[in-house]
């Protein structure tokens, strides 16, 4: 059983990327069923249909109306959520999931459960009589405290949301315990699940990428405009913020030294309409939304930039990027977790004057391009297969069956 806050389809998120690997692996040796908690508001349908012939997932399960819930009932299951989990994690329960699990409970005979996402372990309560496993994408103590950390805030609301990040680390801390093991994405948030003084097994199931899907490319498609690439969703905060970076403060100064350099922004816009609006041709500024195939611009690009600023975990597009043979520039967040030795197929700059020295000097060498590019191909190669990931996933939930 896995519990999941949405369905691993369309592959429009690192999320969704990573769950999506992972059980297309797992199923191979046992039968997986899924809950969502949300599905998508469209083609729901035809998105279970293309996850279940593509990675042979057994069942989808479907949130159903248990009853009418009356506000009295409603209050009170919040009350009782809010005794067990943070306020910002309670907020989230969702009455009609919770019934919906325990029927499925005691419908089917499970032998293990895997748990996708902090929000998703306030239902842990639920499950007994078999191991239960925690898949951490991120650390979201860490991913708090490092949101809230550059905002400027009033003395109150720094209060409020300071209670809340200690709430936060404390429910976090009692995932250790209460799992038989938790999978992080990478040594670094290894560390920091540590450091919260959390018990248990940490296993590490780093990010991958499909390397038949992504291919290297050729060191002659290095050649026409120069183009840099982001892509992201970007109704998640770090996304924006990157973008916005992007389009402010480093174009200004690669355009000052290269006037036909462009800019893509590749990427899911729900939530956030507004962003559609910075296409800007005569800026070179190109936003092209969601689409259905990402390497055409992966493959038609000088240089990956990455500027994140803010959150915890390993980015899959990174991964993706230096799969296809790109040069990557990123911050030190935006390529977190990715064990890199002499920033190979990365350049870190962690400001927009290290970022634009490093972009313009990749563009201004379209052999360096394919070179560093090159070396990012080899290290993914080597370290970054989603088998990896399964296969650690896999030997620990049969031990843990066995035993």
């Not at 349908?45 to 279940?52: G, M, P, T, V, Y």
């Not at 199931?205 to 290095?222: C, H, I, K, L, T």
């Not at 390529?335 to 972009?359: H, T």
Request: charged share 25%; with cysteine; proline share 5%.
């Amino acid at each position: 059983m896995v519990l999941t806050p949405t369905l691993p389809y369309p592959l429009d998120s690192g999320g969704n990327i990573r769950l999506y690997h992972l059980a297309k692996r797992l199923s191979s040796t046992c039968e997986i069923h899924l809950l969502p908690r949300l599905l998508p508001q469209s083609q729901s349908a035809e998105h279970e249909r293309s996850l279940k012939a593509e990675t042979g997932v057994t069942a989808i399960h479907h949130v159903e109306k248990v009853g009418r819930w009356t506000l009295r009932r409603r209050l009170w299951r919040r009350v009782d959520f809010w005794r067990h989990s943070p306020h910002s994690i309670s907020l989230d329960v969702d009455p009609d999931y919770a019934e919906t699990l325990k029927q499925l409970l005691r419908r089917y005979h499970f032998d293990a459960a895997l748990v996708v996402n902090l929000y998703m372990f306030q239902y842990r309560r639920y499950l007994s009589g078999f191991p239960v496993f925690y898949n951490a994408n991120d650390i979201e103590s860490v991913k708090y405290r490092r949101w809230y950390g550059r905002e400027s805030l009033s003395q109150k609301r720094r209060l409020l949301h300071g209670l809340q990040r200690i709430a936060v680390e404390r429910f976090e801390a009692r995932v250790g315990m209460r799992s038989a093991a938790v999978f992080v994405t990478s040594p670094t948030d290894g560390a920091h699940f540590q450091r919260l003084g959390g018990a248990g097994r940490i296993l590490v199931a780093p990010n991958g990428v499909d390397f038949e899907y992504f291919r290297a490319r050729a060191p002659a498609s290095f050649s026409g405009r120069p183009r840099i690439l982001f892509m992201g969703s970007f109704f998640y905060k770090p996304n924006l913020q990157a973008a916005v970076f992007l389009r402010d403060q480093l174009m200004p100064r690669l355009r000052a030294e290269h006037p036909e350099v462009a800019l893509d922004l590749v990427g899911n816009t729900a939530g956030v309409p507004d962003v559609a609006t910075w296409h800007d041709p005569p800026a070179g500024v190109y936003f092209h939304g969601r689409v259905g195939d990402v390497r055409p611009f992966l493959q038609s690009c000088q240089v990956f930039v990455c500027p994140i600023f803010i959150g915890s975990g390993t980015r899959i597009k990174v991964l993706e990027a230096m799969a296809t043979g790109t040069p990557v520039v990123a911050t030190s967040l935006g390529a977190e977790g990715i064990e890199s030795e002499d920033q190979q197929g990365i350049v870190i700059a962690d400001s927009v004057e290290r970022m634009a020295a490093a972009v313009s000097k990749l563009l201004s060498n379209r052999q360096l391009c394919a070179e560093v590019g090159r070396r990012g191909r080899e290290l993914v190669e080597r370290r970054y297969s989603w088998d990896v990931a399964a296969g650690v996933m896999a030997q620990a939930i049969g031990r843990s069956i066995q035993s």
